[in-house]
């Protein structure tokens, strides 16, 4: 009988209609993937273990086996997060897809075998398997996983006796767990997305419907306390703001198979977080590596965000057929809903997030477009980097400049390499990191970014922000970020300050081409694309490092990097252009600084009050005005190389004749 009220409930419980369908669906358009989902749960079946899958958050390149008994506590290195990712088991769910493909017995059999030697060895005392966020990832995975198998005979009563008892364990403590920390944490998202899964997929009881209840209570307070009102996650993490959508997006198309009704926050801000997600990706798809994230495709979630609110924007920015990882979610039913679904590109290519403040622009929604990020916001607490003013670049397909990522949580050289100020494309004063790591989640010396700025149109994209990082040092840093569409991007950092200073920029470029050049200009070139720089400025010295790059847990990649050095005493500014063309083009890139005058006064500005450049690339010709503070005293416009404006960031399109007025980013 306990089989029967394991699988008794009704098909609505379930992430999918019939299991057999969807696999036949998946190997007619998903050969590959198929088969190396197959191949994935060979190695499971087999005990050898490694995290690879989609959303691991901890990836792991080598594989552990064991010959014997499993020790669900083994720790193969100096990390643990391997012993916490083993202990989420997301992949049971590929020895359950392996089952639906090809029916073979030994998937559901290593599930049974592993899932009650889990239960027989792991206590519920045990502090490395049972923290609340792999409690709640089990009930997540273990409760897709044993939906595969309900028609396999591996599936006794007795093993669905320990299957629902460990269920319920699992949901009595979590239901012990409400405080502060996992209201604020993506922990209690986590925990109690999985809690909200049991209590809607356990034979109902009235304490099954409890489990739902208070789940679902939870999580809305989770929801308005973590997801800002843009649709951010308040951890500054691409990866976890998905894993945390990932969590909701369970819950929401649960609760509307099932006919619960959850808080009204609950679908709105969950869409947001789509729309977030959407806006936020790379060209190419990917999160980018902003704080603790890793470069993942993010598809499938919007895929699963097209399908539940049948939101063609999405679709657009999602797969046209859902794909495999995403198929098993969504359902044959819905499958054949999504395909009825218009896909339509979103309303506008750039976006300001001001609450989380990060600011995006791009070119066009096509794969090869320009693309940048801006970032001006806050830490973001343990998983957020020292990345204020970070700027990352995209074009053609590939990352130009990128961020390094994190390599790994393990507290020492490496984490701190990768969380430190000069691992991103910013600005650093006197050798000072903005933020101090004391151990791996804690920073002292906290900050606050300020004059967050945004402006778009069809031809130009203005963003900027400072921060008061060096505040106690005399220093206010702030950069503007001006994009000339669709293919030149302008980085003006002024720094106000008070007494002598040295500062140094960093940008870091990928390693899939090479970086040339020295003194004021450089030229980065790939198989796709080429990037050219240079910069302007008084006395400014450069040189090529040695960088790094971690795209994925556990794997890191040496790269190259632009440091440049500089002094000032008092105010100081530094332009730097970035020219983007295909690799195989060859456009000269000329930057000329002009003076500016008044044009009632007849007198020349100081630097410290607005300063121009003109930047010829091919046939565009550009002068662009930038105040760094007011000008205009009693009544003044500007000149500048011809040019008559008046505005704090005015652009003239020279290749256009334009001459008077131009377009005033920033008044």
Same mark, same amino acid.
């Given at each position: ?16 209609? &019939? ?12 050969? *590959? ?10 190695? !499971? ?118 299957? @629902? ?126 704080? *603790?994230? &890793? ?70 929604? &096509? ?58 494309? !910013? ?48 220093? %206010? ?70 960088? %790094?790059?971690?795209?994925? %847990? ?58 121009? @450049? ?54």
């Amino acid at each position: 009988m306990s089989k029967e009220k394991l699988f008794g409930q009704s098909h609505k419980n379930l992430y999918f209609d &019939d299991p057999f369908e969807l696999a036949q669906f998946a190997l007619a358009n998903f050969p *590959d993937e198929c088969a190396e989902a197959i191949s994935t749960a060979d190695d !499971v079946a087999a005990q050898r273990f490694k995290f690879n899958l989609r959303w691991d958050m901890e990836r792991t390149w080598e594989y552990i086996t064991f010959e014997d008994e499993i020790d669900w506590l083994h720790q193969p290195g100096n990390d643990p997060e391997w012993i916490f990712a083993f202990n989420r088991m997301a992949f049971w769910v590929t020895l359950g897809q392996a089952y639906a493909l090809t029916k073979d017995e030994k998937y559901a059999e290593a599930f049974v075998k592993q899932m009650v030697g889990w239960v027989k060895t792991v206590p519920r005392t045990n502090e490395s398997a049972w923290r609340s966020i792999e409690v709640g990832l089990r009930l997540d995975y273990w409760l897709k996983a044993v939906q595969y198998f309900k028609d396999s005979p591996a599936i006794t009563d007795e093993v669905a006796e320990i299957f @629902i008892g460990s269920i319920i364990d699992h949901c009595e403590f979590l239901m012990g767990i409400w405080n502060h920390y996992n209201l604020m944490s993506n922990w209690g998202v986590l925990a109690n997305h999985g809690l909200f899964m049991a209590g809607v997929m356990l034979p109902e009881t009235d304490r099954s419907k409890e489990y739902a209840k208070e789940s679902a209570r939870r999580l809305s307070l989770e929801l308005q306390m973590q997801v800002y009102r843009d649709g951010t996650h308040w951890e500054q993490s691409p990866m976890y703001h998905n894993e945390v959508l990932k969590c909701y997006l369970d819950v929401v198309v649960l609760a509307k198979r099932n006919n619960i009704t959850l808080a009204e926050n609950m679908e709105r801000q969950v869409k947001d977080m789509c729309y977030f997600s959407m806006y936020s990706a790379k060209p190419d798809h990917h999160e980018i590596c902003m704080g *603790d994230s &890793d470069n993942v495709d993010q598809r499938d979630l919007l895929t699963r965000g097209a399908a539940h609110y049948q939101d063609a924007f999405l679709k657009s920015r999602g797969y046209d057929v859902p794909d495999f990882d995403s198929l098993w979610d969504i359902g044959m039913d819905d499958l054949n809903e999504y395909a009825k679904l218009k896909s339509e590109l979103p309303p506008c290519t750039d976006k300001a997030f001001f609450d989380s403040n990060n600011f995006y622009m791009r070119s066009s929604w &096509d794969d090869e477009a320009t693309f940048t990020h801006f970032h001006c916001g806050t830490l973001g607490a343990g998983h957020g980097h020292s990345d204020k003013l970070h700027v990352d670049i995209f074009s053609r397909g590939e990352d130009v400049l990128v961020d390094a990522g994190r390599y790994t949580y393990v507290f020492g050289e490496d984490r701190v390499k990768y969380k430190e100020t000069k691992a991103h494309n !910013v600005l650093m004063a006197d050798d000072k990191d903005i933020y101090v790591c004391m151990d791996s989640w804690e920073c002292s010396d906290l900050t606050r970014g300020i004059n967050q700025r945004f402006f778009s149109n069809e031809k130009y994209g203005y963003t900027e922000g400072g921060h008061l990082g060096y505040y106690s040092s005399g220093i %206010y840093m702030n950069r503007r970020v001006i994009y000339l569409k669709p293919d030149i991007i302008v980085l003006v950092d002024e720094l106000y300050a008070a007494g002598d200073h040295k500062y140094n920029q960093f940008f870091h470029f990928n390693n899939a081409g090479e970086l040339s050049g020295s003194a004021d200009k450089y030229v980065y070139k790939s198989q796709n694309v080429k990037a050219k720089m240079h910069v302007i400025g008084n006395d400014i010295s450069s040189c090529t490092e040695t960088s %790094y790059i971690s795209r994925h %847990y556990n794997r890191e990649d040496e790269s190259k990097m632009v440091t440049t050095s500089f002094s000032g005493s008092g105010f100081t500014s530094v332009f730097t252009v970035f020219a983007l063309s295909d690799a195989d083009v060859d456009k000269e890139l000329v930057v000329t600084k002009h003076p500016v005058t008044s044009t009632f006064k007849s007198r020349v500005f100081e630097d410290k009050q607005i300063e121009a @450049i003109t930047i010829k690339f091919g046939d565009e010709h550009y002068t662009i005005s930038v105040a760094h503070e007011e000008y205009a005293t009693p009544t003044d416009t500007f000149n500048t190389d011809g040019c008559v404006g008046f505005g704090n960031c005015v652009v003239f399109d020279r290749s256009a004749g334009e001459t008077e007025i131009g377009t005033v980013l920033l008044w």
